[in-house]
């Protein structure tokens, strides 16, 4: 087994949050958690905010008529405000919580989609979207008789811009596209993709920041998209709340999609009328423990910089194909490092994924082996599935000198020595 | 320092035993055999997108030919390599009797192992990983399928590829 070249304790490619922030990572010290564009870990901060809030605070928010509820009120709101201020939208009320990315997608594709989008149109996302980020378009796009078209990638992983600008025409309603790949990491180039868009068409453009929110510093306001949907579990947050930014003109535009309490202003015996943007969109009881949360999370996040999570995640990634070099037979996926989130999605010749992950999680390395609800882009690569590991701010060099080690000892086992 | 368990001879050895490599490098019943009254039967694993066929060429109840193809990890692919070897010459009812025991033994059933012929009893590491389970059953489920099901043979669709 190859010995680590820098030893534990050394500052070299320490983390950038202190693991023992993190209860679950200080309770494992062995634990080697390189699956954070899963899910991440969560630091205490976070979990205090969600016991805060039902120690403290909890009881319906926009219901009661007492100070209990105010309260709840209060801090769902302020954590509404955190969030946003967070993602660079300046006007709170233009973001909409969900339960993550996933619902976001469905609610821009039901409440501006079905009342935008019919037959003869198209509809426009990538051969690298998660599914979340893929099937409620193709559906749309079923349902309504659109045409649905899928931009096809370079060799490393990265949108073909060419291919997009060949797509875009006066007929394509909707454009949707992911920030940060999760299952190769590649960064989209945002400016660019908004200026190919908005120069040949009216469209709708969508951006799936599940991956880019965690990682990248985001402004929504400068940002020139109409729609940002995120995850909070994947920034810390904890997992049931995420939520999707969007400008004023394109939100007055949607339809509201799920029907209930709080969203309605008037409720008569045969039709009814809506609350105002983002309650319009948030129907029954809000998860205003999440939210609070997740405020918690972000604020954890921005005391950090979001610049330095990106130079920390990038100097890591150097580090690790540097490592990395010295395996035999390891074909690393996606664009090079300088346009790659903290994701290194592999093969190793001869090794399965699955066996992979078994190996490495006997090493106490945790990776993600399979398709990554990317099945679209798995058909283009010519696999069923890749491993993935994936990094944050509390990974440091020991946890990629274990991937390093485990990687070896899965072709020693694997017989394949040179 | 690396703890016991990154040393590769506690568990991960158990289940990645020399048989279970030697089946995997060079499986056994590779290909579906060339029959026009082979049966065949799929099973797909979402969690990896692996794919696996299992056909089968009854005469009267007997197996008489058994062969698998479509591509799998190494344990989907040795326990469909030590499917083949141990099926081929039994009854249905036999093999149906085999691919139930197995199914106990992967999960965590021990006692079954002393009726597991040939290689099969090296399978036994898997027992320890759920989440590996369904790889080693894809084979012995198709199986299951291709003989149990249709009192017709199944057209045989085009190859699964690899
Ligand atoms: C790029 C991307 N889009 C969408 C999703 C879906 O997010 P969620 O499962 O939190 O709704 C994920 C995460 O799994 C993702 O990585």
């Given at each position: ?68 509820s105010?309260?709840a ?7 509404r ?25 469905n609610?821009?594709?039901?409440a501006?989609?079905a ?47 060419d ?10 309603r ?6 940060v ?67 004023r ?7 509201p ?41 972000v ?36 664009p090079?490092?300088?346009e ?45 599935a890749t491993?993935?590991?994936s ?16 990687l070896?000892?899965a ?8 | ?16 035993q ?26 797909r694993?979402p ?82 990983h ?33």
């Amino acid at each position: 087994m190859t010995t680590s070249l820098i030893a534990e304790g050394t500052t070299a490619h320490a983390s950038l949050a202190p693991r023992h922030d993190f209860p679950l990572l200080a309770e494992q010290p062995a634990l080697r958690y390189l699956d954070s564009a899963a899910t991440s870990q969560k630091p205490q901060v976070v979990l205090d905010a969600l016991t805060g809030f039902y120690a403290t605070a909890n009881a319906n928010p926009h219901r009661g008529a007492y100070a209990l509820s105010a309260a709840a009120t209060d801090a769902y709101h302020a954590a509404r405000a955190t969030i946003a201020r967070f993602l660079g939208a300046a006007d709170p009320e233009t973001l909409v919580f969900t339960r993550g990315t996933t619902e976001a997608m469905n609610l821009v594709a039901n409440a501006w989609g079905a009342a935008h989008v019919q037959a003869g149109d198209e509809i426009v996302v990538t051969a690298l979207e998660h599914h979340a980020n893929f099937i409620p378009w193709q559906q749309l796009a079923k349902r309504t008789g659109a045409t649905f078209r899928i931009v096809e990638l370079t060799a490393d992983q990265r949108i073909d811009l060419d291919h997009l600008a060949s797509l875009l025409s006066s007929r394509t309603r909707v454009v949707a596209i992911t920030h940060v790949s999760n299952a190769v990491g590649a960064i989209t180039p945002v400016h660019e993709v908004v200026r190919l868009v908005r120069a040949h068409t009216n469209a709708l453009l969508v951006l799936d920041g599940a991956q880019g929110a965690p990682h990248l510093p985001v402004a929504f306001d400068t940002l020139g998209v109409d729609f940002y949907a995120f995850s909070g579990h994947k920034m810390l947050g904890p997992m049931g709340i995420g939520g999707v930014i969007g400008t004023r003109a394109r939100w007055a535009e949607c339809q509201p999609w799920q029907f209930g309490g709080d969203m309605i202003e008037w409720v008569h015996d045969q039709d009814s009328t809506w609350n105002v943007l983002p309650y319009r969109f948030e129907a029954g009881t809000p998860n205003a423990a999440d939210a609070v949360g997740l405020a918690a999370g972000v604020q954890y996040l921005a005391a950090l910089d979001m610049a330095a999570v990106r130079a920390h995640e990038l100097a890591l990634l150097d580090y690790a194909h540097a490592r990395l070099a010295d395996v035999e037979g390891l074909h690393i996926f996606g664009p090079p490092p300088a346009e790659r989130s903290g994701v290194l999605s592999f093969a190793l010749a001869d090794v399965h994924p699955h066996d992979l992950a078994t190996i490495l999680d006997e090493h106490g390395v945790c990776i993600r082996a399979g398709h990554h609800c990317a099945q679209p882009l798995m058909r283009r690569l010519g696999v069923s599935a890749t491993a993935r590991a994936s990094l944050y701010v509390y990974t440091d060099a020991r946890d990629i000198d274990a991937l390093v080690d485990a990687l070896v000892h899965a072709r020693r086992i694997f017989g394949a020595t040179s | 320092m690396p703890d016991a368990r990154a040393t590769g001879t506690l568990p991960l050895a158990a289940m990645y035993q020399e048989r279970i490599l030697e089946h995997f490098r060079a499986p056994h019943g590779r290909g579906l055999p060339e029959d026009p009254a082979v049966r065949v039967a799929e099973r797909r694993n979402p969690l990896c997108g692996d794919a696996l066929r299992v056909g089968v060429v009854l005469r009267g109840d007997v197996i008489e030919a058994v062969g698998f193809d479509g591509s799998g990890c190494s344990i989907a692919t040795a326990s469909a390599s030590m499917l083949t070897g141990t099926v081929r010459g039994q009854t249905v009812a036999e093999a149906l009797r085999l691919a139930s025991s197995v199914e106990r033994f992967l999960h965590g059933d021990a006692h079954v192992a002393t009726e597991l012929p040939g290689d099969l009893p090296a399978l036994a590491g898997v027992a320890r990983h759920p989440q590996r389970v369904g790889c080693a059953r894809m084979a012995w489920q198709a199986l299951t399928e291709a003989i149990a099901d249709s009192a017709e043979p199944l057209p045989r669709a085009a190859a699964v590829a690899q």
